[in-house]
């Protein structure tokens, strides 16, 4: 099985720059796709195959990845950020998620 | 506008089936991958099953393989799934959610809202 590791929990001052991890092995090899769920809500899309932005995300949002870890970068952090962010990939013919992050700002 | 409806949730005793749909409207039904995505109460995203666009190749979590059946039916923009022998940890939303495309590692660019199943005697 493949894992994608996540850090619980980041937070972050208004205005700064938040990054959240995700680790998997040669995870650098793989299109990593990156999602911000807000309380009671569904599912969004916000970087996908690494850094690319979903029409409608703000320039804001960012994603990188090289080696052992992807990375979300959000700049600029708006309170209306607070929320989870999950990384995926597809691996083997399975859909694989880190356990998520909750961004408090 | 894009959107996904799932329906079919409900209160299911241990060992019963729910079939969950997901009907869809706004864009090409069969020019996209489909997949059901589960979130348990208070967790974390975990897939548990994807399908092509004509429903040819098929996919499945190792905690709903043998239990959980998907399926499409393109004329009807409506994915399925059958749930069977269900158990407590089986407890969850389950959202649709549409590939970017028809190709496999595409992202899912749209999700539904989720329908929720609780597994209870």
């Known amino acids: 099985s493949y894992f994608l590791t996540q850090p619980p929990s980041v937070s972050v001052a208004p205005g700064k720059t938040a990054r959240v991890t995700c680790g998997g092995n040669n995870v650098g090899t793989q299109s990593v796709h990156w999602y911000q769920q807000r309380p009671g809500q569904a599912p969004v899309l916000v970087i996908y195959d690494n850094n690319d932005r979903p029409s409608g995300i703000p320039e804001r949002f960012s994603g990188s990845n090289s080696g052992n870890t992807a990375t979300l970068t959000i700049s600029g952090v708006e309170a209306g950020d607070e929320a989870d962010y999950y990384c995926?990939?597809?691996?083997?013919?399975?859909?694989?998620f880190g356990g998520g992050t909750k961004l408090t700002v | 506008q894009v959107q996904l409806v799932e329906s079919g949730g409900g209160l299911v005793k241990p060992g019963g089936s729910l079939k969950l749909s997901c009907l869809v409207s706004?864009?090409?039904?069969?020019?996209?991958?489909m997949s059901w995505i589960r979130q348990a109460p208070g967790k974390g995203l975990e897939w548990i099953s994807y399908i092509d666009t004509l429903g040819n190749v098929i996919y499945y979590a190792d905690s709903v393989r043998g239990r959980f059946t998907v399926s499409r039916d393109n004329a009807r923009n409506t994915m399925s799934l059958q749930t069977n022998n269900l158990r407590s940890e089986d407890t969850a939303v389950y959202y649709c959610?549409?590939?970017?495309?028809?190709?496999?590692?595409?992202?899912?660019?749209?999700w539904g809202q989720g329908t929720l199943v609780v597994v209870s005697s």
């Open positions: 706004g864009f090409t039904f069969n020019d996209h991958y």
């Open positions: 959610a549409r590939g970017q495309d028809y190709i496999w590692g595409s992202p899912h660019d749209f």
């Open positions: 995926q990939v597809w691996h083997r013919s399975r859909g694989v």
